[in-house]
Every structure is written in C-alpha cells, then in structure tokens.
C-alpha cells in the first residue's frame, strides 16, 4: 500500500477543506424592505388567525419556517412591528379593503430600474429559446412530415428537440419514420385533450374579474423573464399550461417507497425472527408509524409477512381495473339549472393560497415529484396567478404521463387485518401538490357558498362524530324512557367513493348552479383524470372521485345531499331535537317508528342511490328495533356498529377495551425495548381514545388494564417489582416514563370532549344537557392522592430511590432522549439508563432492604455504603471510568461546537499566581473568550445544582485568572465564564441551560444526549465494579463531604 508523507495528506486535507467552504452554502440576506414586509405579513396573519405564522410568512417570502422564525426572535424586528402598530396598513390589491398582498412591498413601492432581491424562477432555462419563424414552420408542416424531415429546415435543432417540441405544441401529430394513420395510445402517453377547451361562449364577462387581478398581479413578479412569460400566457390559449411547465421543473419522477425485503424459504425459527427483526428495523428507519400499524394490526409472523408481500401491482391492477373503469348508467331525469353563483368564479387571492400552503402537512409527492417545499419555495405570487390561469384558461391538454396534471398514484391501505384478496385494501390517490392546493382553495369557496344538508356530520369543521354518536345514544335512550317505538336502520353503501356517478354528478352541480367554467373544469377533469398503479394507469370516465383529494369530500357530500333530502318523512323528537336521520359521509343512520315504515324509506333509499350510481353493501347494513317492543334479552342480532362504537337496546353498549390483545401483540414483536414504550405511549394508548371517551366501562377494567400495562413496562425494561408505579405513569417532564393511567386518561378524555363539543356547534350545547349523555360523558373516579398528576409526581419524589430527582422539571430538554429515542441505541442501554435514573440498579444497599442479610459496605475500603449515588461520585475502584465519563462530554461538546463553525480549543492552560488553571473548553468568538468547564455532581439536597454551578463559575472568575487569560490574549478582550453542571442521574442546571443556550454553544436537543451519556457511563461503572477485586491497589480517597453527599 503507497504510504504518503505527511505534509502531501496536510496538504490533501488543506484542498479538501478550501473545497468545502467554496461550496458553502449562503442564505440571501435580509434587507430592510424585507423586513417590513415581513411585518406587514404577521400583522395580516394575526388578523386572519392563521395558525402557523410562520409557515405563511415564509411562503410569501421564498423562506423557509426557520429563517423566519430564526428573524421574529431578533430584538430589531420585534421594535420593527411594535412601530407598525400604530400605523395605517397598506392598501392590498386583493380588494377595496386595506390588506396585504404577499409579494408586494409594504408601504413602499419599488422604484423601476431596481434589480430584483433574489431571482424567483426555481428552474433556469438552459436550451435556446424557440423563434416565432421555427415554430411556424413546425405548425405549417403537413400531417405526414417526420420529425427527421424537419430536421434539415431548423438548422441547429436535433431531431430529439423537434419531437419534443412537437409533442407540447396543441394539434400537431408527431409520426417517426412510417407510423400509422391512426396513432395508437401506450402506455406512457394518452390521447390528447386538446379539443375538450371551453368553447368561445364560456368566455364571457364572468372572467374579466379573474384578467383584471392578474393584470394587477404581473408587476408583483420580479423575474422580468417570468413576467414576460405570464403575459404571453394570458394571451395565449393554452396558456396555462405554457406557464406552467416553465414554473415547474420539469422530468421530475416520485421515488416509489418500495417496502424493505424479506427472504423467502427460511425453515429455522430463531433466522425466521431475526429476518423479521431485520424487516420491522429497516421499516422503523423510513416511518415508525408504519411499524406500529404493522405491530398492532398485521401478522407480524414470517409466514404472515411473507404472505402479504405476495400482492403485487399486476394483483391490484387486476381486481380494480374493473372497478374503476366500469360503466355507469346513473342520471338525474328531473334536474334543472338553478340560478348561477357567479361569486364562486371570483378571482383566486394571495391570502388564499397563502393559507392553503399553511394549512398543508408534508406528505407523499404526486406523480410529478414535486414536494411541498418545494412549492413553498416559489413565490406565493406565481402559484396564485397559475391557479387564476386554471380557473380562466380550463385545465391544459393531457399528453402523456408528464403532460396530465391530473393523475394521481395509487397507494393500497388495508381495511382487514389479514386481506386475502387485493379488494380487501382501500384505494388512496395521491395527487400533484399544485392540483391538491387548487383544489383546496375550490373546496373552501364551495363549502362557503354551498353549505351540506344539516344531517350530514361528516367532513364538517365541527365533531360530526361526538355529534352522530351522542344523538344515537340519546335516540335509543329516550325511546326506551318513553316506552315509544324506534327502529334504527344502519345503512352501508358498497364502495362509495368509488362508484359515485360523474354523470349525475355534474347534473347536480348544474342543479345548484354552478358557473359553467366550473363545470367545464369539473368535466374536463373527470374526463382527463388517471390513476397510476405501478407503471400502468386507469381511465375512471364514467364514475368515482379520489380519495385523498382535497375536492372530493365535498364532491361527494353534495351528492348525499340529494338522498338526504327525500327521507325527511319521519320525526323523532329528544326535547329539542327533531330526529330522522344522519350521515356522517356513507355512513347512513335512518330512523322509523315500525318495520314497515322502515322498509319504505329504504326502498326509496335505494331509488335515491340507483339514480347515483351507488348500491347498499346488505351484509353490513343492520337493522335494530327498540323501545316498547324490545326485549331485554342481549343477542348477536340486537347490536350493531356505528362509528367505531357499539349500540344495543340500552344505547351504548357495555363492550371490552381490548387492551391485553394489544399489549400481547406488542410484547411478542421483535422490537427494542425503547421501541415498544415508544409505541405504548404514541400508538397503542392513542389509539384506546375513542373507545375510553363513547364506551361504558367499569373502574375494576380501568385498574386492570393499568395492572397489565405496569407489568408489561417492568418486563420490558427489566425494573424491579418495588419500582414505584408514579415512576410508570408520571409525566416525562418530571422524570417519569409518560406512560398514561387509564383511569385518569379517561376521565380527562370525556370531559375535554365534551367541553369542545359543546363549544364547537351551537346546536350540541343542549344535547349535552340531556341526563343519558351527560350521565355517558362524566367519569369521576375516587380521589386518591396518586389518582392526578400532581399525586403521582408528589408520591415519586418522596421516595428514597427517587428523591433526587426533585427539580427535574426545570430542564425539560434533558429528556428528549426519552421521547426520541435512535434506533441504533442498544436495548440494554436504554434498560441501564432508565434504572439508573430511577435508582432502580442492583447495589448491596439495596439489596439489603427487607430484613435481608446482604453485607452493604463497599468494597473500596472507605467504610461506606456501597449504594449507586457512592458507586457513582465517591467508589475508588471505578475512578477511571469516572474520569473518562466527564472527557467524554467534554469531546462531545467540543465537537459539537466545532460542527456549528466555532473556533475551539480543548484544555488550554493558563499560570496563574495560585498555580495552573486548566478549564475544559475555551472558544472564541468574535465578541471575545468564552470558557466552558464541565462538571458532574451528586443529587445532594444540600447542595443543589445551582450552588454547584455558581461555585465552578466563581472558580474561574477570579482576578489572577482572568488577568492571566488577558496577559495572552489582550487586556481589553470581553471573557465570560459558563459552567455545564450535571449530576450522575442526568440532570442539569438551570443557569447552565440558560448559558449555553443563549451564548449559541448547545441547541435544545443535544441537553438529551449528554443526559443519556452521562446515565450510560454511570451504568458501566457500576458493571466495573462488579468485576473489580475486593484488594487492589490504592485507590485516590474520597473527601468526607462528598461521602456525605454521596450517602442514603
């Protein structure tokens, strides 16, 4: 092997650095007019109560939710907006009222000639840009020219340019070498859609609102280039999709999730777990959430996942090709064109988009693989004139799968916990992020200016499911009261989503009068939509709308409104309510006052849904006669789901929690310790809510539900039987492990449902004053001390083993380690962390507790007790590893400054007149010295950890230091004195957090992992010390106030 010399490696490295910071990254700064504009825009926000300010900051400025959140904190900034308080705001161009218009600047218009902040295109263009005259000659070729025939004509054009120049130039046929008359459709390219633009007659007065906002809204652009492309746009006919592709990058393609990969044939059965192991921890890395689902939901056996991985594209394309592209004869004969809402064609506004971008979550890119930062990158001025241009110019022709804006991927969920059938999965569309916006912007108008049936509870911003599920109980309740007839009727249609009518859907929109562009984009885009499944893709043309599509919840909500206006016969009365039926999507609730009755009104339910498209799924519908007429007697056939909750004679039915199932599945996984208490506290007691807050259960099944949970936490991360429960269920902040007492979960759960339910809606204020569902709604349990949260937390810290963990709470970034806990780190130190925080590790002093006959002192020859506070602080045996415990934190905070661009230097060494001083860390900074010196100190009552940080500061802080430090480096340089004090269970010091936080030497989350390191290292010493020999060497003696400090 060649051995290079060390100065050719210096100088290797010398290049390698000068290469990276070449290649740094730089942030545009921020300029004065920026920052009013930025003023501006939160004072709007606060106006509008957005919820994440900072998310609809930065998507008006091109910045991300960091460098604004980074710039608000800044002390010029806040004095900034307290001066705008008191002025007038800016008139805005979205109308006559005063407001802000994201992209222009506030109170101070750009004189012309200024050169724009930053540039605003995302994609520059790199080919040469088409003449007037070649695009001539491309559009007057005749019908059978090759794109090799045109190739002589354009000089400086290949033949690949031409062809694909061609093919997004509108009515033009691309033929290569001898090609049929008729061009076939592949694969990868659709017929185009072209000819389906608005006719000339749609065009009318209605769209001089949309011309005149986006005429408004050019010079708010400050790409010149992209200007001058928007105004050819509004000009053109196609000019949206003209505009569009030179917004958007083009050739982007989604990277497909594909699950991780498990063999298949393995006979043994420890290789069968270990590959199953192997799965879930590959599978954690990319999404924990979807290991929990696989955890509590799937056969996590080998044979099961193996199982499951047998479904392949071809399956599903196989069995749901036929489902969506099924022909649907549905109409509505008696529909006729209401008044026309032309309010619903008014100009898109910047606020609008604005809020949409703010509202979204980051999730799964579309076909296009444009991602929603990326999105949020581009100007909210571009996105707003692309969405008028949609709205006023109709969707684009579709050519290909690149060229279609509306096709989305199909992701399969499963409904059942092992499917057999590729149908036993629900269908999720996965739309472009541009399209998903736009079509939340379309939802809000919708939902504004055509508001659902007041029956229909589903998709609504108040709780449509405490709603339905509380008047049904209340319903049952009343009648049985009254000793009145009721029949309830559960009604399930089969596929709904899926099934519903194009066709009949668009006769209901022209039914409510809806403008006729909207309609032409509802019907383009039902025409031209596609789903993709692997690499092939669906033409639905005659019926279903996407789920997971922001439109389609509306869609097919004002499609149930038809039905639910015609079962409007029968009335029901609960004091003041006045029952007949309720929805919650598909989900039908339909009420009678005898058998007969009900079989009416399901016969013209069935009419209703026939002339939609739709057909009942007869094995899930039930029907449940109660009242006088009920008998008592429980039977299978008298109970019934609604929701996710079970109703019988009574009402709410009296049904099992189903926590040991759950708790067995999780137990039996092959996951970390670390993981399954992740997944208990985040997934499985989560997911126990909805049955906690609609069921009726009894406090003994609360206990012993909390029994098993107790016993599955001391199994997994081996804590001893006397571990104190308030260890299990106090919050984390506290030093606990945040693991939820059902017992006090339940009760809170209810009452603060109950609170937002009668808050939400004006209409349930008075249902909740009836006696059956307040009577549902309260929980009161017996008030013991360590019932609440403050009992539990009192109880913890007045016990022996954890009684040093008082003051914990003023911290709470030290336990971030808990809540996020890697992957990586090993079970059995996450085990040894969590009982040495608690005091829980095995020690002679512990072990003699209870009359046993243990010998308790230590081995070291100090006469003291061998506890884990002396192990930790005081024991000679294990004072190396003690020492490697402190240069431990010391690397890793020097190393994390050094990775935050700090110029640090390790163990300098000053003479002082008292002899040397050596403090752990010294940075400089260009304001001056800082000095950092890390300490870990005993959990001593009497001497907190506040006292213990103030006196390793005063210790640096003297005269002849300090002169000493100056005599180096100048006599006028600024020196500051920080302290990072832990003690052995993790803990640090206020003042300490406050320092490095402040000064920009530690960030929140590394407080976490030096807690963690700090509960390792103790964890080894006392494994040391195991091993250690009673008569060794002489070990340095301890001072007697730290055996003090030390002792029980």
């Known amino acids: 092997m060649f051995q290079a010399h060390p100065n050719q490696w210096n100088e290797l490295k010398r290049r390698r650095d000068a290469s990276y910071r070449s290649n740094a990254r730089t942030y545009v700064r921020w300029t004065p007019d920026d920052l009013r504009r930025m003023a501006a825009l939160e004072r709007e926000a606060l106006s509008l109560n957005v919820h994440n300010i900072n998310t609809y900051i930065g998507s008006c400025l091109a910045r991300s939710s960091d460098q604004v959140s980074c710039r608000r904190r800044r002390k010029d900034y806040k004095d900034l907006l307290k001066s705008l308080e008191n002025s007038a705001p800016c008139p805005g161009s979205d109308g006559a009222q005063p407001q802000v218009v994201p992209g222009a600047q506030a109170c101070d218009p750009t004189p012309a000639g200024t050169p724009p902040a930053r540039p605003v295109a995302p994609v520059a263009r790199t080919g040469r840009i088409w003449s007037g005259p070649e695009i001539k000659v491309l559009t007057s070729a ?70 005149e906002y986006i005429t408004g809204l050019l010079p708010k652009i400050s790409d010149p280039l992209l200007r001058n492309k928007a105004e050819q746009a509004l000009s053109e006919p196609d000019g949206f999709s003209t505009f569009y592709y030179e917004v958007f990058p083009k050739n982007r393609t989604a990277n497909k999730r594909t699950k991780p990969p498990i063999k298949a044939g393995i006979r043994r059965h420890r290789h069968q777990r270990s590959a199953v192991y192997k799965f879930l921890q590959r599978l954690h890395s990319r999404s924990p959430k979807s290991v929990a689902e696989r955890v509590l939901d799937s056969d996590l056996s080998y044979e099961g996942l193996v199982a499951e991985r047998s479904f392949s594209d071809e399956d599903f394309l196989r069995k749901w090709k036929p489902v969506f592209e099924r022909d649907c004869f549905a109409d509505l004969a008696d529909s006729h064109r209401g008044p026309s809402m032309n309010e619903l064609l008014s100009p898109i506004l910047v606020s609008d988009i604005a809020s949409a971008l703010a509202s979204m979550k980051e999730s799964s890119p579309g076909p296009d693989g444009l991602r929603l930062n990326t999105l949020r990158d581009i100007p909210v001025e571009v996105i707003t004139l692309l969405c008028n241009l949609l709205l006023l110019k109709g969707p684009p022709p579709s050519r290909g799968r690149a060229g279609n804006i509306f096709t989305s991927r199909v992701t399969f969920i499963k409904k059942v916990e092992i499917p057999g059938d590729p149908l036993d999965f629900r269908p999720i569309a996965i739309g472009n992020y541009f399209v998903r916006v736009f079509h939340r912007v379309l939802a809000c108008r919708f939902e504004a200016s055509l508001p659902n049936h007041r029956d229909q509870a589903g998709f609504q911003r108040h709780d449509g499911i405490a709603h339905n599920v509380l008047k049904l109980h209340a319903a049952i309740a009343e009648a049985r009261n009254k000793n009145e007839n009721l029949v309830v009727a559960s009604v399930d249609i089969r596929k709904a989503f899926d099934s519903l009518s194009h066709k009949a859907l668009l006769g209901i929109l022209e039914r409510k009068g809806v403008p006729d562009p909207l309609l032409h984009y509802f019907r383009s885009y039902f025409s031209s939509s596609r789903l993709q499944i692997g690499r092939d893709l669906i033409h639905p043309a005659y019926r279903g709308v996407k789920q997971g599509d922001p439109m389609s919840p509306w869609l097919f909500n004002i499609a149930m409104d038809q039905i639910l206006e015609g079962q409007e016969e ?116 989560p997911r126990l809510h909805h049955r906690l807050v609609f069921g009726r259960h009894h406090r003994a099944e609360l206990v012993r539900g909390d029994k098993m949970t107790r016993r599955a936490v001391r199994r997994w991360l081996r804590l001893p039987a006397d571990c104190p429960n308030s260890a299990i269920h106090a919050p984390a902040r506290f030093c606990g492990l945040g693991v939820a007492s059902l017992e006090q979960l339940v009760s809170a759960l209810k009452s603060n449902r109950l609170s937002l339910f009668t808050e939400g ?203 000493a430090v100056r005599d180096c480096y100048g006599s006028d340089i600024p020196i500051q004195v920080v302290a990072l004090t832990y003690n ?65």
């Not at 056939?637 to 929690?657: D, H, M, Q």
């Not at 954890?802 to 090993?826: C, E, F, I, M």
């Open 984 to 1048: 052995w269970r993790g803990a640090v010091a206020q003042k300490s957090y406050q320092d490095c936080h402040t000064l920009g030497l530690l960030r929140w989350r590394h407080f976490g992992i030096i807690s963690r390191m700090v509960l390792r290292d103790t964890a080894r010493m006392l494994r040391a010390y195991w091993r250690a020999p009673a008569e060794g060497l002489a070990r340095p003696a301890a001072s007697p106030r730290l055996l003090r400090d030390c002792s029980e």
């Open 142 to 211: 005749p019908p059978g020219t090759t794109d090799a025939d045109l190739a002589p004509l354009l000089p400086g054009r290949t033949i690949t340019a031409i062809r694909s120049k061609r093919k997004r130039l509108p009515q033009v046929t691309t033929l290569v070498g001898d090609a049929d008359p008729a061009p076939r459709v592949s694969q990868d390219e659709e017929p185009d859609t072209a000819g389906a633009q608005p006719p000339d007659d749609v065009q009318r007065d209605d769209s001089r609102a949309i011309v």
């Open 761 to 963: 809606y004006a209409e349930d204020a008075p249902l909740a004053s009836i006696p059956s569902v307040s009577s549902l709604m309260t929980y009161r349990f017996h008030t013991y001390s360590n019932c609440t949260r403050e009992g539990l937390v009192e109880d913890l810290h007045s016990r022996l083993d954890t009684r040093g963990l008082k003051g914990y709470d003023h911290v709470p970034a030290v336990n971030s380690w808990l809540d996020y806990a890697p992957a990586t780190l090993a079970g059995v130190e996450f085990q040894d962390a969590i009982r040495v925080r608690l005091g829980c590790m095995g020690t002679p002093a512990r072990f003699s507790r209870g009359g046993r006959v243990v010998d308790p002192v230590c081995k070291c020859g100090r006469n003291a007790p061998m506890s884990l506070p002396h192990v930790a602080q005081a024991c000679g045996l294990v004072d190396g590893l003690r020492r490697k415990r402190h240069n431990n934190i010391v690397l890793f905070v020097a190393q994390t400054m050094r990775k935050r661009k700090l110029d640090v230097i390790m163990e300098p060494r000053f003479e002082t007149e008292r002899g040397l001083r050596k403090p752990d860390i010294m940075v400089r900074t260009g304001k001056g010295l800082i000095f950092l010196d890390v300490q870990v100190r005993p959990d001593s009552a009497a001497c907190s950890l506040d006292t213990c940080n103030a006196e390793k500061i005063r210790k640096y802080n003297q005269r002849h230091f300090l002169d």
């Open 570 to 685: 029968y009335a029901f009365s609960i004091g003041a309510f006045v029952l007949n039926q309720m929805a919650y999507a598909d989900d039908l609730i339909l009420f009678a006052s005898s058998p007969e009755e009900m079989q009416r009104r399901i016969d013209r339910l069935l009419v209703g849904l026939g002339r939609l498209g739709l057909e009942l799924n007869a094995l899930k519908c039930r029907v449940f006669v109660g009242g006088r007429r009920c008998s008592p007697v429980v039977t299978a056939e008298s109970e019934f789901k609604y929701l996710g909750v079970c109703f019988n004679w009574r009402g709410i039915a009296r049904t099992p929690l189903g926590l040991d199932h759950l708790l067995t599945r999780l137990d039996r996984a092959a996951l970390k310790p670390q993981q399954k208490l992740n997944f208990l506290r985040k997934f499985l007691l």
